[in-house]
């Protein structure tokens, strides 16, 4: 993997994990507690491939500099 897109899916999985435990343990006691680290498994795992996917490559082609007659100044 690229160490860009490692900064950003790394991070992500931890904070939707942090939620997702905090949100079963506050919100949802209704759940079973054999379910609970399934749920927050695959949510943890989607949103890693969700942001793979989504946020930028480190292969991009960078913006091209402008041109060498347009970085002269012109003078009249």
Partial sequence: ??????????PTMVIVAIVGIYMLNN??????????PLIIISTTLLSGILAYKLFPHDDESPIDPKPAIMNRKTSK
Avoid at 2 to 9: G, T
Avoid at 28 to 36: A, F, G, I, S
């Fill in 27 to 36: 919100y949802y006691q209704d759940v079973p507690t054999d379910h609970r």
């Fill in 1 to 10: 993997m690229e160490k860009r897109r490692l900064k950003f899916v790394i």
